[in-house]
């Protein structure tokens, strides 16, 4: 069973930077697909950010140009920096790793952007 942790949240002013990190007991190898998602109160989950397995990566359009995801191999640990946040990134952010048959979600950390 994988186990995916989150870390690096917090509370931030607008304009600011955090860096989001997602600590995999599995081999990141062995996922075809992991990304970022969030959810804010009275919304639903959606996808901030995508990598598959070649390093091809995706973005919702509201992240563009403002948050970059990344991947070491060598500690299993995927990222997320968030450049430039806004009040509207506010959510818990959680990261997924999926696998042909299996899906795997963290437990979610939250974000706080102030105005």
């Known amino acids: 069973q994988v186990q995916l942790v989150e870390s690096g949240g917090g509370l931030v002013q607008a304009g600011g930077s955090l860096r989001l990190s997602c600590a995999s007991s599995?081999?990141?190898?062995?996922?075809?697909?992991m990304g970022w998602y969030r959810q804010a109160p009275g919304k639903e989950r959606e996808l901030v950010a995508g990598?598959?397995?070649?390093?091809?990566?995706n973005y919702a359009d509201s992240v563009k140009g403002r948050f970059s995801i990344s991947r070491d191999t060598t500690k299993n640990t995927m990222y997320l920096q968030m450049n430039s946040l806004k009040p509207e990134d506010t959510a818990v952010y959680y990261c997924?790793?999926?696998?042909?048959?299996?899906?795997?979600w963290g437990q979610g950390t939250q974000v706080t952007v102030s105005s």
């Open positions: 997924k790793a999926s696998q042909i048959t299996k899906q795997y």
């Open positions: 599995g081999r990141l190898f062995t996922f075809n697909f």
């Open positions: 990598i598959t397995i070649s390093g091809t990566t």
